[in-house]
């Protein structure tokens, strides 16, 4: 009888009846994963890790500890948290089939449908916009500027979530540094500002998450980075963006509307 439940296991496995499902996962992995670890699991940055031909129990391990909180990383927890346990499953195991990448693998691309933003930047924001919070990051040594326009303004202030039309700045710039490469702070309790960064831009308009996958998708926002002189920066990748801001999803998708908010109905 045991040998008999032995050869049933085993033709079951070799079957594939309990195998896991890689069309599932290979699915899944292109129309989310693939945003930043690349169609063939070669990743689009040097700082994201490359996934093709890592052992399945590894992958399954790290992406069950990101869904529970154990390993923390903004992006991938958000992610993870939306995988069910099949989808873990059979994600690993498509990522597990593929040729693990040599040295020489060229890096992925970005989706197209991540690629394109709809954002541009807004003209005067300084002049039209209203600076609703500064942010001391002692983590970066940075210091930041958040402004919101007049549509992003009225909403937080009658209580709505921000609609298609709202556009928030973030004005990112390194603080000044003292002698003990500390950063200065002012009066203001505020490091003092010294080289500019970056803008980072997210607006919202009519049917800009189409396309988007449901997985990423923050309703209809968009997101940018922008370089000093106000270009689009080469090489963001809106997908991160899209995957840090979802789990904000009953705050309009925005870390600050708490802020926003507390100003606009001053």
């Known amino acids: 009888m045991r040998l008999q439940m032995a050869c049933l296991i085993l ?11 890689l069309a599932a996962g290979k699915a899944r992995a292109e129309a989310v994963c693939a945003a930043c670890h690349g169609l063939n699991g070669v990743s ?12 399945s129990a590894y992958l399954q391990n790290q992406l069950k500890a ?6 923390k990383n903004a992006v991938m927890g958000a992610i993870a948290a939306q995988l069910s346990a ?19 693998a060229a890096r992925s691309g970005f989706l197209p449908n991540l690629a394109k933003t709809s954002v541009t930047f807004p003209d005067n924001h300084r002049a039209t ?31 709505k979530p921000l609609p298609d039309g709202s556009v928030l700045v973030l004005e990112q710039y390194a603080a000044k540094l003292g002698a003990d490469h500390k950063p200065i702070t002012a009066a203001s309790g505020f490091f003092e500002p010294d080289r500019f960064v970056a803008y980072a831009v997210m607006e919202r308009g009519a049917g800009w998450g ?5 997985m990423l998708r923050n309703e209809n926002w968009n997101y940018a980075v922008f370089t000093a002189d106000k270009q689009h920066r080469a090489g963001t990748n809106q997908a991160e963006c899209l995957a840090c801001h979802k ?5 309009s998708f925005t870390f600050s509307l ?4 507390t100003v606009a109905r001053r």
């Open 210 to 214: 189409h396309g988007i996958p449901e």
């Open 66 to 71: 990101l869904k529970s909180g154990a390993r």
């Open 11 to 21: 033709a079951a496995g070799a079957s594939g009846a309990w195998a896991q499902d």
């Open 258 to 261: 708490d802020a926003l908010t």
């Open 86 to 104: 099949d989808d873990i499953a059979n994600v690993a195991a498509h990522f597990a089939s593929l040729p693990a990448a040599g040295t020489a």
């Open 129 to 159: 916009f209203t600076l609703y919070q500064t942010l001391n990051r002692p983590d970066i040594n940075q210091v930041r500027y958040l402004y919101a326009n007049p549509v992003a303004m009225k909403a937080a202030k009658d209580g």
């Open 247 to 251: 789990p904000l999803d009953q705050k």
């Open 44 to 55: 689009v940055a040097d700082t994201i890790p490359n996934l093709a031909g890592q052992k």
